[in-house]
Every structure is written in C-alpha cells, then in structure tokens.
C-alpha cells in the first residue's frame, strides 16, 4: 500500500486546465485549445483540405481560420503538410479517412511538434483538440481550470 501513496503524494512538474491558449508556430497564431482526455490523437480545424502528391509522396494542403486571441481577429493561415498517416475516425454519422500531420504548437513554455488529423469542423469554439497522446508530455489536466500557462515560446526548444 506505501508505494501507492507515495505515487498519490507525488506532484506533476506542469498542471493544465481543461481549455488553455497555445500558439501555431512559426507564425505566433494564439488560439484556444482544448485538452480533450477522452481522443487518442489530437486534432485539428482545417478548411479548404486539398490531397495532392509531391515527390512522390502524399500531402495535403489546407487553411487553418481561427480568432486570434490577443488580437481578436480574425486570421486564415495556409499550410502544406505531409501526410504522416491516415486514420480512420468513427462517429454518430459514420466514420471516415482523415489526414494525420505534424504540426508545431507553443503550449505554455515548449514547443510540441505533434500529429494532428484534420477535419474541416465548422466553426468550432475550439479549433485544436488535444489529445493523449500530447497530454502525456504536457502534464496533469485539472478540469476545475482554466487559461493556467499562457504561451511564452520565444526561445523555446522544440520537445521532440
């Protein structure tokens, strides 16, 4: 029993709240971002998902429109991604094929070069969702918060 409450006892270096303000990078895009325990990858609005070959491998090209929350405005940023892999998404409507890319993203202080699968998601209130497979290197997730790190990645090392 001692090793299970020396585990409890045990403080995470970094506590996030259930939504928190992240950045695009290299472009400094803020944006809110919602740490969802309940997906395995994270993910992404993305309008305008185009597919297309380049050098003989798959990419896609798409437009990320977000409210920038510094400035409030509105923002529509290009991207060109290669396809990492494609995974397959079910739901109340069916299930379907999307786009899995690597995407960096300032999160408190660190940059997180991370896949995220892409779907154009309407106007969402959180355009990137965060999932499992980023929140294990972030740290805990304390749902009662909010807004807890905000992003300071000026001379932030990338994480992997």
């Given at each position: 029993?001692?090793?299970?409450?020396?585990?409890?006892?045990?403080?995470?270096?970094?506590?996030?709240?259930?939504?928190?303000?992240?950045q695009l990078m290299p472009e400094k895009v803020t944006l809110k971002i919602k740490l969802d325990t309940g997906a395995?990858?994270?993910?992404?609005?993305?309008?305008?998902?185009?597919?297309?070959?380049?050098?003989?491998?798959?990419?896609?090209?798409?437009?990320v429109e977000v409210k920038d929350s510094k400035t409030g405005e509105d923002v529509s940023i290009p991207f060109e991604?290669?396809?990492?892999?494609?995974?397959?998404?079910?739901?109340?409507?069916?299930?379907?094929?999307?786009?899995?890319?690597?995407?960096?993203?300032?999160?408190?202080?660190?940059?997180?070069?991370?896949?995220?699968?892409?779907?154009?998601?309407?106007?969402?209130?959180?355009?990137?969702?965060?999932?499992?497979?980023?929140?294990?290197?972030?740290?805990?997730?304390?749902?009662?918060?909010?807004?807890?790190?905000?992003?300071?990645?000026?001379?932030?090392?990338?994480?992997?």
């Open positions: 029993m001692a090793p299970l409450c020396l585990a409890a006892a045990e403080k995470p270096t970094k506590v996030f709240g259930w939504i928190e303000e992240g395995l990858t994270s993910s992404m609005d993305a309008k305008d998902l185009e597919r297309f070959e380049k050098n003989g491998e798959h990419w896609v090209r798409f437009n991604r290669r396809v990492e892999r494609n995974v397959k998404v079910r739901g109340a409507g069916g299930s379907e094929r999307r786009p899995v890319v690597v995407m960096s993203l300032c999160i408190g202080n660190q940059v997180y070069n991370e896949q995220f699968s892409l779907k154009n998601r309407g106007k969402m209130l959180y355009p990137v969702l965060i999932g499992r497979r980023t929140l294990e290197h972030l740290g805990a997730v304390d749902v009662s918060r909010t807004f807890t790190n905000k992003p300071s990645c000026e001379n932030a090392q990338s994480n992997r």
